[in-house]
């Protein structure tokens, strides 16, 4: 059964980096598009930044445009979300998961066109 496993999260001050790690088990992941969504308590999972396999589509919600960017490493197996300048909004526990379409081209933010939803990692920005 192949699975993610996210890391890299913690507590960090407002202005502050983190870089999370997304990495795949059972499966190859360099085959399907990969997100990263997040879910603050009391609100929906929403998509964060998304990329395809080959990086040629990648998708940035708004709020977090010029601040975070994703990658991947396809040898390694894992997907990276590089968070910079961070803040207290930013604030909540962050997934990835891979698309259902291993032939989608342009990636979608869509939670539920994604699977293989990995557990999570608190990302905690507060002085």
């Known amino acids: 059964q192949g699975q993610l496993v996210e890391s890299g999260g913690g507590l960090v001050q407002p202005g502050g980096s983190l870089r999370l790690s997304c990495a795949a088990s059972?499966?190859?992941?360099?085959?399907?598009?990969i997100g990263w969504f997040r879910q603050a308590p009391g609100k929906d999972r929403e998509g964060v930044s998304c990329?395809?396999?080959?990086?040629?589509?990648?998708y940035y919600k708004d709020s977090v445009k010029g601040r975070f960017t994703i990658s991947r490493d396809n040898a390694k197996n894992t997907v990276y979300l590089q968070m910079n300048s961070l803040k207290p909004e930013d604030t909540a526990v962050y997934y990835c998961?891979?698309?259902?379409?291993?032939?989608?081209?342009?990636?979608?933010?869509?939670?539920?066109?994604?699977?293989?939803w990995g557990q999570g990692t608190q990302v905690t920005v507060s002085s």
């Open positions: 059972g499966f190859t992941s360099d085959y399907y598009a």
């Open positions: 998961a891979a698309d259902r379409h291993p032939l989608r081209v342009v990636v979608t933010p869509d939670r539920y066109e994604y699977n293989y």
């Open positions: 990329v395809s396999k080959n990086e040629g589509s990648t």
